[in-house]
């Protein structure tokens, strides 16, 4: 894996032994993770989204140097963010929606249990029980 300029630390310490990782299973969701984390890269997805724009197009966008945005271009490229063409010595990136596929699913399932954690406590709070919902369906 690449050290990735934008995002201090590279994703933490490792885990203690015998503890297995349960919050990130997935390697790209986590890879998209990282690569969003860092406001210029997703500045330059919104750039991206739409359409192709060179490598130069890309860097005008920004007041730093070529080489910083082509770090940032390698590091949404690796994560499977950005799709990269060739037109003769150009390069053209546009954005690969579905490079974020695995993350949308990830706070998919995270915003339905955090939806059900919060019906189970108001139902608590009120003191309906699993038989009440039962006799008022029934």
Do not use: C, N
Request: no cysteine; aromatic share 4%.
């Amino acid at each position: 894996m690449r050290k990735d300029p934008g995002f201090a630390g590279g994703g933490g310490p490792p885990p203690a032994a015998g503890h297995r990782d349960t919050a990130a299973p997935d390697q790209a969701t986590g890879e998209a993770l990282r690569a969003i984390a860092e406001p210029r890269r997703r500045a330059i997805l919104r750039l991206v989204a739409h359409g192709e724009l060179s490598a130069g197009e890309i860097a005008a966008a920004f007041d730093v140097t070529r080489t910083a945005i082509s770090q940032h271009l390698t590091v949404l490229k690796d994560a499977g963010l950005l799709a990269e063409r060739r037109d003769g010595t150009r390069r053209l990136y546009r954005a690969r929606p579905e490079g974020l596929d695995g993350l949308r699913q990830f706070l998919d399932d995270m915003w339905a249990s955090s939806l059900d954690a919060a019906r189970r406590l108001v139902e608590a709070e009120r003191g309906i029980s699993d038989d009440d919902k039962t006799a008022r369906a029934g």
